[in-house]
Each structure stands twice: as structure tokens, then as C-alpha cells.
């Protein structure tokens, strides 16, 4: 397989012979991967994967900030220790 190189297989081929399908990707060659012949996912070099656009940095920068501060349930908030604690 050359290095430009875009191949398309079935979800089922690949869970059969994966390593054969990643040496292809380490080769240089994409592979897409199809479900009922609809491709759904792409398999390529970790080197050609784009950097995240600014608006995907800026979710995960909310996400994150949103994440260590928690959310709130409506009830009464226990520190870890009190969780844990057994009488």
C-alpha cells in the first residue's frame, strides 16, 4: 500500500484483524472504518491528528473548571471523611 494510500473496511474486519490494519496506519495509509458501508470512524498516524481548534480548548477549559468545582445536588454536602465514617 502506497502512502496516500485510504482503505476502507467493515467494524467487523477490523475487530478481526486490527494489528494488520495499524501497521497499514504506520505505514502512512488511513484507514476508515465502515458500519453497514457508512464510514464512522478513521484510523490514522498519531503525527497527522490536528491540533484542537481554540473553541474545543475553550470547552475543555470550562469543563475542567466545571468538574473541580463540582455540582451542586441540592443536598446536604459532606466532606470525604464524613462519607466514609462508620460508627
Known amino acids: 500500500m502506497g502512502a496516500s494510500m485510504q482503505l476502507r473496511i467493515s467494524v467487523r474486519e477490523v475487530n478481526q484483524h486490527l494489528s494488520r490494519y495499524l501497521a497499514y496506519v504506520e505505514q502512512g495509509d488511513e484507514v476508515v472504518i465502515t458500519r453497514r458501508g457508512a464510514p464512522v470512524a478513521r484510523l490514522v498516524e498519531l503525527s497527522e491528528r490536528s491540533d484542537p ?35
Open 53 to 87: 481548534t481554540p473553541e474545543k480548548t475553550a470547552a475543555r477549559e470550562r469543563l475542567r473548571t466545571r468538574l473541580t468545582k463540582g455540582y451542586g445536588l441540592g443536598g446536604i454536602r459532606m466532606a470525604r471523611d464524613e462519607i466514609h465514617e462508620r460508627d
